[in-house]
């Protein structure tokens, strides 16, 4: 069973930078997308980057383009968020997700990590 756990939400200041992770257990393949997403509060879900397990090959949301940098590392099996210049409408808890490459939506998810960004 695929199991996610994320760490390194914090409270930061407009402009800085907080590193989030993902541990990831249970995968059985390397042809999957590691998703960020997040929420704020009375707002939906919404798709913040990914790459892909395999290939390395990133996609990122239009919002954090430039800002945030989504890596895996192999040997530690855990999919990273480096966020940098951040502002405050970056307030959200962030979800890391799993999906298998063309098996559909993401299917796995993480707890949640909580990111504040104070103005």
């Given at each position: 069973q695929v199991q996610l756990v994320e760490s390194g939400g914090g409270l930061v200041q407009t402009g800085g930078s907080l590193?989030?992770?993902c541990a990831v257990s249970g995968r059985t393949s390397s042809s999957v997308y590691m998703g960020w997403f997040r929420q704020a509060p009375g707002?939906?879900?919404?798709?913040?980057?990914?790459?892909?397990?395999?290939?390395?090959?990133?996609f990122?949301?239009?919002s954090v383009k430039g800002r945030f940098t989504i890596s895996r590392d192999n040997a530690k099996n855990t999919?990273?968020?480096q966020m940098n210049n951040l502002k405050p409408e970056?307030?959200?808890i962030y979800y890391?997700?799993?999906k298998v490459i063309g098996g559909g939506p993401y299917n796995y998810?993480?707890?949640g990590t909580?990111?504040?960004v104070s103005s």
């Open positions: 590193r989030l992770s707002k939906d879900r919404e798709f913040v980057a990914r790459i892909n397990w395999s290939t390395g090959s990133t990122y949301a239009d999919v990273s968020l970056d307030t959200a890391c997700a799993l998810w993480g707890q909580q990111v504040t």
